[in-house]
């Protein structure tokens, strides 16, 4: 009995030994974990219809009427394809302008809203005066120091820009929707925004400086039909990435199949190890 009981008790304090080393191996990875997520990660988005500005008939023929209702009379037809300018729209009726300046309205429903470009762009901006601080901190990178008005026309993305977008378009494909087209203003304007957030040290769709990022896509005369922004902060494009999958809204944007082009503008940020806005456009001819 005596033996039995020693061979238990010698059972017992391995067993303790075991599980307390075990507990310590685990604390320590937590402690490691933690270490290597001390920046922070936070992901954000935003979506708006904009006002049809122009539309194009899908259907062989398509009548125009004096008023919004089938009741007016017709005063013109206009064949597939052809376009007009929009004036307004009243419930299903497009108010159009015709080629003659002669004011009609046409059933949405036999049209789809496009954008006409090529027409010119409004001066650039000027930012809106900040208060004035007692002390600014010296960027570490000289590119910091950099108004977003002085970033240059885009003529390519970054490597990170492209593994985004192309990220982007992985999930498109695997969704069956559309890839979407890159589109160098775009990519300008998400570039202004990221540098701005980390500037400026916010987070979030409006802007100190520039206001909303529909604001921003008007002030810069990007032109669209439905346009949305995902915003990221995160230290890696692919864990930035995984985490808008991972989120309703930012899925949402992602895999909209009305979208057709995009812009990604990824800037340093000591917070979070990169901030990242995308700019979703639909823009149809």
Same mark, same amino acid.
């Given at each position: 009995?005596?033996?039995?009981?020693?061979?238990?008790?010698?059972?017992?304090?391995?067993?303790?030994?075991?599980?307390?080393?075990?507990?310590?191996?685990?604390?320590?990875?937590?402690?490691?974990?933690?270490?290597?997520?001390?920046?922070?990660?936070?992901?954000?988005?935003?979506?708006?219809?904009?006002?049809?500005?122009?539309?194009?008939?899908?259907?062989?023929?398509?009548?125009?009427?004096?008023?919004?209702?089938?009741?007016?009379?017709?005063?013109? @037809?206009?064949?597939?394809?052809?376009?007009?300018?929009?004036?307004?729209?009243?419930?299903?009726?497009?108010?159009?302008?015709?080629?003659?300046?002669?004011?009609?309205?046409?059933?949405?429903?036999?049209?789809?809203?496009?954008?006409?470009?090529?027409?010119?762009?409004?001066?650039?901006?000027?930012?809106?005066?900040?208060?004035?601080?007692?002390?600014?901190?010296?960027?570490?990178?000289?590119?910091?120091?950099?108004?977003?008005?002085?970033?240059?026309?885009?003529?390519?993305?970054?490597?990170?820009?492209?593994?985004?977008?192309?990220?982007?378009?992985?999930?498109?494909?695997?969704?069956?929707?559309?890839?979407?087209?890159?589109?160098?203003?775009? @990519?300008?304007?998400?570039?202004?925004?990221?540098?701005?957030?980390?500037?400026?040290?916010?987070?979030? #769709?409006?802007?100190?400086?520039?206001?909303?990022?529909?604001?921003?896509?008007?002030?810069?005369?990007?032109?669209?039909?439905?346009?949305?922004?995902?915003?990221?902060?995160?230290?890696?494009?692919?864990?930035?990435?995984?985490?808008?999958?991972?989120?309703?809204? #930012?899925?949402?944007?992602?895999?909209?199949?009305?979208?057709? #082009?995009?812009?990604?503008?990824?800037?340093?940020?000591?917070?979070?190890?990169?901030?990242?806005?995308?700019?979703?456009?639909?823009?149809?001819?």
């Amino acid at each position: 009995m005596k033996k039995k009981f020693v061979i238990l008790s010698v059972l017992l304090i391995v067993v303790l030994t075991l599980g307390a080393c075990a507990n310590t191996d685990e604390n320590n990875q937590s402690r490691q974990d933690q270490n290597q997520n001390k920046m922070e990660t936070k992901a954000s988005s935003i979506f708006q219809q904009a006002d049809v500005k122009n539309m194009k008939v899908t259907t062989n023929k398509a009548e125009v009427k004096s008023g919004p209702s089938e009741k007016f009379k017709t005063i013109a @037809t206009l064949n597939k394809n052809e376009t007009a300018k929009v004036l307004a729209q009243i419930k299903d009726w497009y108010v159009i302008q015709l080629e003659n300046n002669r004011i009609g309205s046409v059933n949405s429903n036999q049209t789809k809203p496009i954008v006409e470009e090529g027409q010119p762009r409004p001066p650039q901006p000027q930012p809106t005066p900040q208060p004035e601080q007692t002390k600014t901190p010296e960027p570490k990178n000289p590119q910091e120091n950099q108004s977003a008005e002085e970033i240059e026309p885009v003529n390519d993305l970054s490597s990170m820009e492209r593994q985004m977008v192309d990220l982007i378009n992985e999930a498109r494909k695997n969704n069956d929707v559309t890839p979407l087209k890159t589109d160098n203003e775009l @990519t300008r304007v998400a570039r202004m925004k990221s540098q701005d957030m980390v500037k400026n040290d916010y987070f979030s #769709h409006y802007s100190p400086t520039y206001g909303s990022p529909f604001d921003m896509l008007n002030k810069f005369g990007v032109e669209y039909i439905q346009a949305g922004e995902n915003i990221a902060g995160n230290s890696s494009v692919e864990a930035a990435h995984r985490g808008l999958m991972n989120s309703t809204g #930012h899925r949402r944007n992602i895999l909209n199949p009305q979208y057709t #082009h995009v812009g990604v503008g990824a800037k340093s940020s000591d917070k979070y190890g990169y901030i990242f806005t995308q700019l979703f456009i639909s823009k149809p001819k």
